[in-house]
């Protein structure tokens, strides 16, 4: 399966991430080996076959729509990489 | 017999009997661990003044008539679990500054007994890996010998278990992260059933994959720390509310009776003879308990690492995606704008193979191939746990290596991603299954690795596993040797 640096960047982006120059090629090999081996899955015919995506039957899970505690607002910020009274400072979202 | 050998019914006894006390035993282990680090580097952070805290309290409780199982037990825990208070990291230097404002509930659940934490232990970062070497804090060294990898992504929990640095601790599981480190280190490690105990306050990896579960020196110690963090929790939407048995009790059983499945997909040629020896000695010795074994298929078995490795990172990318440096974690000192923002924090955060895995992920759900390939997984994921459902109709439990060779020597997969991701051949397909698995000693290679092998169970049959693993122990030697450091 070839991945080209091209592939690399592309989903480098929608993942929201960069990589150095030196080492696109490596991933894209890297990359390429995997998605090589993951073909193999082809081989099964799974027409009538539905996808799992939960290993054990567990249904909506809800609890009664009653107020309960929860972090209070100087337990949230505490990480905050950049905080202004009670919000968090980020760059400018909309151009 | 030394302190840091005794086990958890051994300690809780001296505990009580006030022979011994928790802040005496605590002291020990942390000399211990002060000693051992630099040879085998299990933890991240030794919380050494929060033990000691932990401890006096739990003497005080004990004191006044309340001793449970627990009480005053020195434990450690992966970093992976939330611990409030206490810098939590994940193995990942995007985490390496994050203290938690809550705690998980397995965590709490431990504390609620008067556990005491040790402090938190090394791992691939973000879980990811099977030999302990992505973690941006260091390696951790196999205690039976420091040129192997101990196992991944739980090392630092199997490694501070064998170089008894801890009585037993908690780690994590999404395609055998617990059972592979325990069977490379000599120790009892157990995946439980995916539900059986809450992932709250657990940093997500895979979510349909990730399970908490024991490492401990001994059968009956899993079996305690299960039954300890087993059971439902509301806050998490995944955990099943089913009660939880009296393990303990399971451990008298035996294995009489009991139809034991050997599948013929595990056992192919090219398996490590060492192992091969062990396997088979197993078999003989469970013959011997009067165990009945029968012949199984495990038909898609080779396809289970190709559909692990796109689920696993397809979940992956999606959980790590909260990794943005806005609300906790790295954030780049410079960045131009909020995109850059993004892709900075994150570039400079990640490691090589969470990157790796991210991408992978990535590219499955990406427009134009989510169908060929995730959908695909999932697909094929549904054929895996028939082949289970199928054998569990004949059989009551399946018997399995864990690991197709021995630790291997350090460095020696870094540079082969696809090798590395082909050491989890035998314990991938439980965690795609859903169901539940045990790791116990089983054997030693000509080196003097340990070897360890899986016991698989129903779903929520933690109970035959664990009385099956019981009765092997009580039989055999090999879970009494240890480690010499």
Redo the contacts between chains.
């Keep these: 399966m070839k991945i080209t640096i091209q592939d690399v960047e592309h989903v480098a982006r929608l993942a929201r991430l960069q990589l150095e120059e030196s080492e696109k090629p490596v991933f894209a090999r890297q990359m390429g080996e995997i998605l090589e081996y993951v073909d193999k899955l082809k081989i099964l015919n799974t027409d009538d076959i539905s996808p799992t995506s939960h290993a054990v039957p567990v249904e909506n899970a809800f609890r009664s729509d009653v107020v309960n505690c929860s972090l209070d607002v100087e337990q949230a910020l505490s990480n905050a990489p950049d905080r202004v009274e009670n919000f968090y400072r980020v760059p400018k979202v909309i151009e | 017999m030394e302190i840091f050998d005794l086990t958890i019914e051994e300690m809780h006894e001296k505990l009580r009997k006030r022979e011994i006390s928790s802040v005496e035993a605590t002291q020990v282990f942390l000399k211990r661990i002060e000693k051992i680090e630099p040879k085998v580097g299990s933890f991240i952070t030794v919380t050494a003044d929060r033990a000691l805290a932990d401890a006096e309290s739990a003497d005080r409780r004990i004191a006044s008539g309340g001793c449970q199982i627990l009480t005053g037990i020195p434990l450690a825990l992966k970093d992976i679990f939330l611990t409030e208070g206490i810098r939590t990291t994940c193995g990942s230097r995007i985490l390496q500054?994050?203290?938690p404002?809550?705690s998980a509930t397995s965590y709490t659940k431990l504390q609620d007994q008067g556990a005491v934490l040790l402090g938190k232990l090394n791992q691939d970062e973000f879980a990811m890996g099977s030999s302990n070497e992505t973690s941006a804090f260091g390696i951790t060294r196999n205690p039976w010998n420091t040129d192997c990898i101990p196992g991944g992504s739980s090392g630092g929990s199997a490694a501070a278990v064998a170089a008894r640095e801890a009585v037993a601790t908690l780690g994590t599981d999404t395609g055998g992260s617990i059972r592979q480190p325990a069977s490379h280190c000599g120790c009892v490690g157990l995946k439980p059933?995916?539900?059986r105990v809450s992932r709250y306050g657990v940093i997500a990896y895979a979510s349909?994959?990730d399970q908490v579960g024991p490492l401990a020196g001994n059968v009956t110690d899993c079996a305690i720390m299960l039954g300890a963090i087993a059971g439902h929790d509301?806050k998490d939407?995944?955990s099943?509310n089913i009660a939880v048995p009296d393990y303990l009790q399971a451990l008298n059983s035996g294995v009489k009776g009991l139809k034991i499945g050997l599948p013929k997909e595990y056992f192919l040629s090219g398996l490590d003879p060492d192992v091969q020896k062990s396997i088979d000695l197993a078999i003989e010795t469970y013959k011997n308990l009067g165990a009945e074994f029968v012949d199984i298929s495990l038909p898609?078995t080779?396809?289970a690492?190709?559909?692990y490795?796109?689920i696993a990172t397809a979940e992956a990318?999606s959980n790590l995606?909260r990794y943005?440096?806005?609300?906790?974690?790295?954030?780049s000192e410079e960045?131009a704008?909020?995109?850059d923002?993004?892709?900075?924090s994150?570039?400079q955060g990640?490691g090589?193979e969470v990157?790796?895995r991210?991408?992978?992920g990535?590219?499955a759900l990406?427009s134009g191939y989510y169908d060929?390939?995730y959908?695909?997984?999932?697909?094929?994921?549904?054929?895996i746990?028939q082949d289970f459902t199928k054998a569990f109709q004949s059989v009551d439990l399946i018997l399995t290596p864990v690991a197709p060779t021995p630790a291997f020597r350090i460095n020696e997969k870094t540079d082969d991603?696809?090798q590395m991701?082909l050491s989890d051949i035998f314990t991938i397909p439980i965690n795609?299954?859903?169901?539940c698995a045990i790791s116990l000693p089983a054997g030693y290679s000509a080196g003097g690795l340990p070897i360890g092998m899986q016991l698989i169970g129903k779903?929520f049959g933690e109970e035959t596993i664990l009385g099956a693993a019981r009765a092997f122990e009580k039989v055999t030697e090999w879970h009494t040797k240890k480690a010499v450091l």
């Design positions: 500054n994050f203290i404002p809550y059933t995916y539900g349909s994959l509301p939407s995944t099943v898609h080779d396809y690492v190709a559909t490795y796109l990318s995606a943005d440096g806005v609300r906790f974690g790295h954030r960045y704008g909020l995109l923002m993004y892709i900075k994150r570039s990640f090589a990157k790796r991210i991408m992978i990535t590219y990406s060929a390939y959908v695909k997984a999932q697909k094929v994921r549904t054929l746990m991603p696809m991701y795609l299954a859903g169901t779903p």
